[in-house]
């Protein structure tokens, strides 16, 4: 972690700009089918008690419930987002299908296994080939960023999710049901221990496809499972006593894989949805990473009760991780250049509910001093009054809400202003600083470093700030396992550059010991001056 200094000093603008233009992957589709939001028209919602928040808050990352927006984890390392329903068919293609109840009520991070249930019967049906599946892009559901591919030849289905209305009984997926997976034991082999090698092991195509696919489909159709398949293929692998513990491990893990068909829901918290989208979209998060985002919160000193002002481009991450940390309870109000509220893609997907009522919004006009907003135009000819009348309440309602946020946010006082935009941070600063109270925090991510070190320059002229800093975080993850504990291969270059600084309130008064040093500056600069002139004069005389 380091500072650093910017060579220009950027002008004080007056309204947020651009910095680039940038192909915006808009929070990326979350799921298919999203749910809509009963959000009013400024995150009007009622509030829940504190006993039914807590409740709820604990079983939004312990239990999936109906309307919930689930991510689900596939073998082949896909993620599949669906929203939880009591009607619908989920199809995984090679993977399988289950009926989209089976997922409510179970617990999230634990792997599932989709099995025949007792009334499947023995006319099970095939699922699609492997040169089938492969027609389908592993992103061709909603896996963070955005954009969904169809396979040639599918219909409208494919584009939703792969989950499919209505109870026709024509899939045998209806039949199947969810029930956690058996663990294998991990493999706690010591490296110095093996003595076996790879030396007379070739590796050809005729060894590594042990089953052809005929073979394959006819023991799914007789209803084999994937063990048993697995089991039949290691049993006509010859080679496979000659490797080493490690490869053994390793080939299971590629035939499970390939033949098991598990899902594995994982929780809306936080870290899991930094990192889903850090690893597949990582643009939409402007390259926001776990580590960071922990930092930015840290330094904005988060916390329930607390009122934050947010400008959010992450497609509500930093909203919702701001919302996670505070316990839903408080203030968040994000400014916006839309003129309508934000998508919040990844806010929904957290699944806060009702929860997220503390969040509010304003648009960068709105949140001006003399801001009005514009009356209903004239009373149209031929227009029914009662017509006219529910216009007029409607427009006092919203009129009455948006003076009730305005008043709040010109209150002032608030514990902190936290920025992950892709406008310029420094005409941000600029028009927000007002309202920050005293000794609260100035919390600014950018994945720029030009862009971080010239906010930092202004903050350090800035005689509103105080002990402006500015830090780069780097992490790597290892793999922890006996006796093969060691970083991993790939890693990411950066998580995007941090600063931070302190409000401060100038004050005009002027002690005396700074009027004496400043007195004693002047005299020895008049002292100077009047040395230099008395030799000026020497040397004229001479």
């Known amino acids: 972690m380091a500072d650093a200094e910017a060579s220009i000093n950027p002008p004080l603008t007056e309204t947020p700009v651009m910095l680039k233009e940038v192909s915006a992957v808009e929070g990326a589709s979350v799921t298919a089918e999203t749910k809509p939001s009963t959000l009013g028209p400024r995150g009007r919602r009622q509030q829940l008690s504190d006993a039914a928040l807590d409740d709820f808050l604990l079983r939004r990352v312990t239990r999936i419930a109906e309307g919930d927006n689930v991510f689900l984890k596939l073998p082949s390392d896909t993620i599949k987002a669906v929203t939880t329903t009591e009607g619908g068919l989920v199809q995984l293609g090679k993977f399988g299908a289950f009926p989209m109840s089976q997922l409510i009520g179970l617990h999230y991070d634990v792997t599932y296994e989709i099995v025949p249930g007792p009334n499947a019967g023995s006319d099970a049906e095939v699922e699609r080939t492997d040169e089938e599946s492969m027609n389908e892009a592993p992103g061709a559901g909603p896996d963070g960023n955005g954009k969904k591919k169809k396979a040639k030849g599918k219909g409208k289905g494919r584009d939703r999710g792969d989950v499919q209305e209505g109870r026709d009984g024509k899939h045998a997926g209806w039949k199947n049901v969810l029930r956690p997976l058996k663990q294998r034991e991990v493999l706690e082999a010591v490296v110095d221990d093996i ?152 806010l929904q997907a957290m699944n806060f509910g009702e929860a997220s009522a503390c969040v509010k919004w304003l648009t960068w006009l709105q949140a001006e001093e003399g801001y009005a907003r514009p009356p209903l135009p004239d009373e149209e000819e031929g227009m029914a009054s009662n017509k006219r009348l529910n216009k007029l309440k409607r427009h006092d309602m919203l009129n009455a809400e948006l003076n009730g946020v305005r008043d709040e946010l010109h209150s002032g006082g608030w514990d902190a202003v936290i920025l992950a935009t892709e406008l310029s941070p420094i005409s941000v600063i600029s028009r927000l600083t007002p309202f920050l109270g005293g000794s609260n925090s100035l919390a600014v991510y950018t994945p720029f470093q030009q862009v971080a070190a010239e906010t930092l320059q202004y903050c350090r002229r800035d005689v509103n700030y105080l002990a402006a800093n500015m830090t780069e975080s780097w992490q790597r993850t290892y793999q922890v396992l006996p006796g093969r504990t060691h970083p991993m291969m790939m890693t990411s270059g950066t998580g995007g550059f941090l600063l931070h600084a302190t409000r401060v309130i100038p004050s005009g008064y002027a002690t005396n010991a700074h009027q004496r040093k400043r007195q004693r500056n002047n005299n020895g600069q008049r002292a100077q001056q009047t040395e230099g002139a008395a030799v000026d004069s020497g040397d004229e005389d001479e």
């Open 195 to 346: 003595s076996e090698t790879n030396e007379f092991i070739v590796d050809s195509r005729d060894e590594r496809d042990l089953l052809t696919h005929e073979e394959i489909r006819d023991l799914k159709a007789q209803g084999v499972t994937a063990d048993e398949i697995i089991e039949r293929q290691l049993e006509k692998h010859d080679a496979f006593a000659l490797k080493t513990d490690f490869s053994k491990e390793k080939w299971m893990k590629r035939k499970e894989s390939k033949y098991l068909q598990t899902i594995r829901p994982f929780a809306p918290t936080t870290p899991n949805i930094v990192n889903h989208y850090a690893t597949r979209a990582p643009a939409s998060i402007l390259y926001l990473r776990e580590d960071s985002l922990s930092q930015l919160l840290v330094h904005a000193n988060v916390r329930p009760d607390g009122r934050y002002l947010v400008v959010d481009d992450t497609g509500g991450l930093v909203t919702g991780a701001v919302l996670d940390r505070m316990g839903c309870q408080g203030r968040v109000l994000v400014i916006t250049d839309s003129d309508s509220p934000p998508a919040w893609a990844i």
